[in-house]
C-alpha cells in the first residue's frame, strides 16, 4: 500500500474513532480491529470534503466565541493531531524494526525498506511540526473576550471585510487541497 494510502486508511479510521466519542457518554471500549467496511471508508472520506460536510464557519466562530475558547479548540485540536501522528510514527517504527530483520534474512528488498523509512521520516517530521504549533498556541496569551471586543468600533467594518476574505481563502485552500489530493491519489 502506498504511503497516502496508509494516511488515508489511518485518517479514515481516526475519524471514525472520533465521531464515536460523545463528551457526554462514557468512552466506549477500545476498538477490536474490525475488518473495514468500503461503506464506512467511503462515508468516513467524503465527510473530509468541503463540498459533503457542513463548512467550518470561522466568522461565526471569530464573532461569538471567546478568544480563550478559540485557543482551547486549537490546542485541543492540535494535540488531537499530534498524538496521532506519534502513534502512527510509533508503529512505523516498528515496521522499520521488523522489516529490517526481514531484510537481512533476505526475505524482503531493501527498497521496501527506504520507502517505509522515507513514510517514517515524513510522519515524524508532521509530528514535530505538530506538537511545535501546539507548544507555540498554548503560550500565546489572549485577553478576554472576544476578537471584535478588542477593535475601535471605527475599524469594525474594515474589520469584518478582512475577516470574510480570511474566511474565503481558508475555504478556496480546502478545495484545492481536496481537488489536487484527489488527482494525485488516482
Known sequence: MTRRGWRVRLADTLMRWGSALQPARALPPPPVAPAPDPDQQQQASAAKLPGVRAPLSIEKAVRSRDLAVLKREASDALAALGAAHAVVTSARLAQIQSLRAEVERGEA????????AGDYQAWQNDQ???FDALA???????????????IDAAMADAARAHLSALAAEYQRRLLTEQFEGGEKEG
Open 136 to 150: 507555540l498556541v498554548l503560550g500565546m496569551p489572549v485577553p478576554e473576550g472576544r476578537a471584535f471586543d478588542q
Open 109 to 116: 528488498a531493501e527498497d521496501d525498506l527506504v520507502e517505509l
Open 128 to 130: 514535530v511540526r505538530l
